[in-house]
């Protein structure tokens, strides 16, 4: 069972900014991601469903995280359809993200009133995802949707909308600048942040630093707006 509401999820993307989006087979490796984000002040992270048995690692870590990192906040993402969604939720799971939105995946989230962050990539699909009673929109790809001037757009005439997008954010200033101007209410972050140099080289140290970086460069963006 989910160890966050959802309200405390949502409290929690808003405040910080910025999830971590990874994967990696190794557990010892995952392990020490969640452990240095966490430590860099990074508390919210996607787990992604994209490798065999990605589940079972999610589950270990999960159960690791209650006792390591108790103030780590997983979910998992990558995730299509409602059976996946209810494999994560029944390993801990606090929330469920996805590259599309599944009106199956909504309802089943709903029923165990965990947070559902599904892609779009339209007006219409984050419309018919808030409908399906999504709170934060997961706009994806961020770049091929048309970057930080699709999102401004986009709230012009949907001001209530609460968006996220991953694919096309870096951790320069330039970038959060754009998106956070535009008018996110976090953004979503793979490789720029946990990048594959520091997996192999396992520097924890350098990607603790790194997000407290980003999380200090998104509070000074926000409080210049």
Known sequence: MARYSRLQVYNAIHEIGVVPV??????????????????GGIRVLEFTNRGDHAWEVFTELEKWARVEVPDAILGAGSVLEAATAAMYINSGANFIVG???????ARTCNRRKISYTPGCGTASEVSYAE??????????????????GFV????????????????????SRESLEGWFNAGVTAVG????????????????????????????????IKAGK
């Not at 590259?99 to 995946?105: F, H, L, M």
């Not at 401004?152 to 951790?171: E, Y």
């Open 22 to 39: 990874f994967y990696n087979a190794d557990l010892d490796n995952v392990k020490s991601i969640v452990k240095a984000c966490s430590a």
């Open 99 to 105: 590259p599309v939105t599944n009106a199956e995946v």
């Open 131 to 148: 409908e399906l009673g999504c709170e934060i929109i997961k706009v994806f790809p961020g770049s091929g949707a048309g970057g930080p």
């Open 152 to 171: 401004k757009d986009l709230l012009g005439p949907m001001p209530w909308s609460s968006i996220m997008p991953t694919g096309g954010v870096s951790t």
């Open 189 to 220: 972050m793979g490789s720029g942040l946990v990048s594959s140099d520091i997996v192999s080289s396992k520097d924890w140290a350098a990607l603790e630093q790194r997000s407290k970086d980003v999380v200090s460069l998104i509070k000074e």
